[in-house]
């Protein structure tokens, strides 16, 4: 090995040269890394609205998963039984839309309030006749002639909720 004047070898010299040209390479890499990951999660992140509409469309699919399940019940004892679970399901989700509601955007926030309100008097009204039925002697005879009164109370909820979550393109 060659020595220089100074007692180092040219070898060492260039084992030192590479070895800091690592580390350099190695701090741009952390870097660039941090800088990539960082902006990668700003970009992924989620605005309020983004999220509130997720949590309404959930909700909205709850709903209407519930609805369906009604208006396809048929007429029995266990009518109010059920009647009582979904309406109670459908509640659920009508208080997560209403958490979200200050979030979503403005122009869907209206129809969102209209649906909700619209909900709480068809339940009101489904209630109604499910409890005056119970009280009846023959639950399923009075269920039954209420049944158009109930399934047209159902039909004007789901399409409420329909007409009000059409504009945030629930999927």
């Given amino acids: 090995m060659e020595r220089f004047a100074w007692g180092r070898c040219a070898a060492n010299d260039a084992t030192l040269g590479v070895l800091m040209s690592v580390r350099k390479l190695r701090a741009v890499v952390a ?3 941090l800088l990539i990951a960082t902006l990668g999660l700003t970009a992924c992140g989620e605005s309020s609205s983004e999220k509130a509409t997720k949590q309404v469309c959930s909700a909205t699919k709850e709903i209407q998963t519930q609805i369906k399940k009604l208006e396809t019940l048929p007429i029995s004892s266990s009518f109010p039984t059920e ?9 659920k989700s009508v208080k997560k839309i209403e958490e979200a509601a200050p979030n979503l955007p403005t122009s869907s926030k209206e129809e969102i309030n209209a649906a909700n309100k619209a909900f709480e008097v068809e339940a009101a009204t ?7 039925a119970s009280q009846s002697s023959n639950v ?3 269920l039954k002639k209420a049944e158009p009164q109930l399934k047209a109370s159902l039909s004007k909820l789901s399409s409420d909720y329909k007409k009000a979550f059409e504009a945030l393109k629930c999927s």
Avoid: F, H, N, R
């Avoid at 009582?84 to 509640?91: A, C, N, P």
């Avoid at 489904?126 to 005056?132: D, F, L, Q, R």
């Fill in 140 to 142: 399923e005879a009075a």
């Fill in 31 to 33: 870097i660039g890394t």
């Fill in 126 to 132: 489904i209630t109604k006749e499910v409890v005056s």
């Fill in 83 to 91: 009647v009582k679970t979904s309406v109670e399901s459908i509640d």
